[in-house]
Structures are given as C-alpha cells and as structure tokens.
C-alpha cells in the first residue's frame, strides 16, 4: 500500500523519464539497423526492458547502464523459440510485425495480463502481407512462422499506432509496396524513427506507405513522455504550479493539451525545440477553476493512455462532461473504462462508465479514500494525483506497477 496525504498546494519543476513509446521503438528498430546506435534519456522501465530482452535473445548486442542503452544491430536475426514480452503490450505487437518478414520461428508471450489482451487485431492485418501469425485463442502466446511477404494494401477499421506499427516492420521485409491507412491519424513515432533511419517510405496524411528498406542505425536523446508529465501537469492544474522539462509535444501525442484546451487550464510552452525529429518543449501549468468537456471519437488517439486522468480532471471541473469513443480502453493493462470509473467513485467523485467511455458530474472537490491499481500503472499514477487533491488523501493498493513505465513516480512525487 502507498499511502497519499493531500496538499493544499503543489509546485515545482521535474525531469522526467523519456518517452516509453519512443525508447521501444529506438530499441527494437536499432536491433535491425547496420550500425551502433546510442539512446540516452532512455525509459528503461519493466516495459521497454522487456524489449530490450527480446531483442537481445534474437541476437542484437544491447547494453544498458542507467538512462543510456547502446544498441548493435544484426543483419541476421538467430530463430528464438521464446520471446518474454512480460507486461509490455507495445513489445509484443510490434516484435510480431518486426519478427514477421525476418525468417524466424518465434513464440512470443507475457505474464497473465498481457495474455488477456487481444492480438488478433494484428495478426489479421498481417496475414494480409501473407504472414503465418497464429494467436492462442486470439490471445498470446503467439506463434510466428518463417513466410515470405508480399506488400499489400491494409485499411485499419480503428486507428492504432500498435497495429500500424506492427504493419509497416512487417512492410520493411516485404517484397512490393505496403500501405497502412487508418480513419484517425494515431501516434506517429514509427513513422519519424523510420524515416530517420533512411527507410523507403512517405507518409501522405493518414496513409503510410513503406517499401523494402535495409535501415542506418541513429542516435538520439529520448525527450521527456508527456505522459509521464501529465501527472504532474495535472497537480499544477489542481493545486498550484508546474514546469515539465523537455516533453515531446509530437503533435499526435498532445491531445492532453487539446483536452486543456477544452477544460480551460492554464498552460504555456516555453523553449521549444527539436531533438532527433521530435518536438520538444517546457510546459507551464497553473492552477485553473476547469469546465466540462465533451470528447468523441475523433479526439481520443492522441490522448488514450491519458483518458484516465483526464477523466479524473473532469471529476473537479464545473458541470457534466461526456467521453466516447473510447471502447480501446478496455483492453488496456485493465478494463480502464471500468478502474477508472471505481477510482473515481472511491474517491468521493461521480462518474457512470458507459460502453466506450464515461458521463462524469463534476464537484469542487473530492473527499479521498482507498483505491486499488488494479496493477496498472496508470490507474496508479491517476489514483495519486486524485488523492493528493482530495480533502483526506488516502491509500493504493499495489502501487510498485508504476516501475512499468515510471519507476521512481512516487519519489518525484514526495520531492
């Protein structure tokens, strides 16, 4: 249990982890890359290790010492029989893609969350290409099988960045032209990383098209997750001030800036900057009196991992506000509709899980109580802003789930 007291004011600037989904993909894409590459400003949390350890077993030589990851890659790839992926739902489904196109015999698995969580949805697209993707029952383990692949042209029915992930390492190893398209444009880092690391590809809205490519190994500093930042974005939007340094503001990762906007917090960018092709920025939040918000379908791409705790910001703003399109929520480390709902509901707030989101009424303030994580960690992180804002603070339960993607949260947290 980690105990939360409330604090009537909170304030402060932090440095922050980088970026989770940026630090797989520098990782995984390296692996296969002529060259030495060196990432500094790395998260290397339980997630982005276990990618680490996959590729590892495949044969790249990686090295990890605090922040810093060196990464040596082979063009030949050795065939693994087991790939632990553990919690990491961004390993599992884009190594499916990477492992797709390279000759390898591959069961790749994780611990009894990520054996929940649906793979269909990228096993079906590349078979497209003609990969052999087999699913346990839909689920993982994941049996991947030596196939040749032919490029193809795949319509995504919900944006992913996961799944056109997958889809474009797969397109890499792929004879002829693969292109992905999907309804909303989702989280670009693969895009930007391969283009940087001289792939055959062009990207023309919200199409992707990628050709056969042999990839130049690259060097980068990670910038700074702005969802790890939201955390503390949130704390200075609730009770007093904040200054995050160097977030990536990748414009298709900044819908929790959108649904600020929306809210009407109070926020500047200060510094921007460029590091490795991704935007960086300060950003300044003070403590604003917030309104109700409407989200739909179109706004949650940009925003999904921060759904929780934009949904907690709704619970302390003035009037009714509604958040559909967001049934992707419930196959996350948890049913994020529902824990999400609980913890609001816990913490003295009012809110009414619906099929893909929420109707939460917002009070001034929320009492506090205990909250359980559910083992997820950003049911946690959400849960501690919660109750450092509430009127008595209270308890997590199973709060060490953080270490997953920010493991020294409660640390900042107490500074």
Known sequence: MQIIKPREYFDGEFELPGDKSITHRAVMLNSGADGTAVITNALTGEDCLSTCRCMKTLGADIQVDGTTIAVKG????????????????????????????????????GDSSLSSRPMKRVAEPLSLLGAEVATTEGHAPVFVAPKKLQ???????????????????????????????????????TERMLLAMQANMKVNGNEVTVKRSEL????????????????????????????????????????????????????????????????????????????????????IPSMIDELPLIALLCAFADGESRIT????????ESDRIQTTTELIQNLGGDCTATEDGFIIRGKKSLTGGNIDSYLDHRIAMTGAVGLIASKTGGAIKNPECCAISFPDFFEKLAK
């Open 216 to 299: 130049k190994s690259l060097s980068l500093c990670v910038p700074s997750d702005i969802s790890s930042a939201s955390y503390f974005m949130a704390l200075g939007a609730l009770k007093g001030e904040t200054l995050c340094k160097n977030v990536g503001i990748n414009p298709t990762r900044t819908g929790i800036l959108r649904a600020f906007d929306k809210l009407g917090v109070h926020y500047e960018l200060l510094n921007k900057r460029v590091s490795g092709g991704e935007e960086t920025a300060d950003i300044r939040v003070k403590k604003t009196n917030m309104r109700a918000i409407s989200l739909t379908a179109e706004d």
């Open 151 to 189: 490029g193809a042209r795949v319509d995504l029915a919900i944006s992913s960045a996961q799944v056109k992930s997958a889809v474009l390492l797969a397109g890499i190893s792929a004879d002829g032209e693969t292109t992905v398209s999907e309804p909303v444009k989702s989280r670009d880092h």
């Open 74 to 109: 082979t063009p030949k790839f050795e065939s693994a029989k087991e790939l632990d992926c553990g919690n990491s739902g961004t390993t599992i489904r884009l190594l499916t893609g990477f492992v797709a196109g390279k000759n390898i015999t591959a069961k790749l698995y």
């Open 325 to 332: 399109g967001a049934k992707e929520l419930r196959v996350k």
